[in-house]
């Protein structure tokens, strides 16, 4: 996942991640793929981060998951008003996704909350989390 000359395939990012992992990743894919309208972008961040899936539309970002070995980790940016909807809606969320989006300091462009995932557990918290970031699009 970090050499910069290849592009790793979808099946190859699933098989780096792993059982649990890769079962919340795919879970996540699907949630975005049939929800929003929104086309992935395989983007690579460096020695550091490697490739990623970036979801953006016309310059405005939903989500970005980078995978790890046996994890991923999702980056979903709540601008102000995502931030004043979340903490209308704490209560809908887990403990510690409202814990990390305490701790997570607030700058100019909103929250940055980086959510490591290793399963399936935190799923439902994402999706919530990603609706108050883009309403889904009519089925």
Same mark, same amino acid.
């Given at each position: 996942?970090?050499d910069?000359?290849?592009k ?5 990012v699933?098989g780096?991640? &792993?059982g649990?992992?890769a079962?919340?990743w ?15 972008e395989?983007?690579?961040g ?13 310059g ?8 790890e @070995?046996d ?7 709540? &601008? @102000? @008003? ?5 903490e ?7 403990m #510690?996704l409202v814990?990390?989006f305490?701790?997570? #300091?607030q700058?100019h ?10 399963? #399936? ?9 990603i609706?108050i970031k #883009?309403?889904? @699009?009519?089925k």
């Amino acid at each position: 996942m970090l050499d910069k000359e290849r592009k790793p395939s979808e099946k190859e990012v699933l098989g780096y991640l &792993g059982g649990n992992a890769a079962d919340a990743w795919a879970d996540i894919i699907s949630f975005l793929r049939t929800s929003y309208d929104f086309s992935p972008e395989l983007d690579y961040g460096g020695t550091k981060y490697g490739w990623s899936i970036r979801y953006r539309k016309s310059g405005k970002s939903l989500c970005t998951l980078y995978p790890e @070995k046996d994890a991923f980790t999702i980056l979903v940016v709540l &601008g @102000k @008003k995502e931030v004043e909807q979340f903490e209308a809606h704490m209560d809908e969320f887990s403990m #510690k996704l409202v814990e990390l989006f305490n701790c997570a #300091k607030q700058f100019h462009d909103g929250r940055w909350l980086w959510i490591r995932i290793l399963d #399936k557990s935190n799923i439902e918290d994402i999706r919530r989390l990603i609706i108050i970031k #883009k309403k889904p @699009k009519n089925k």
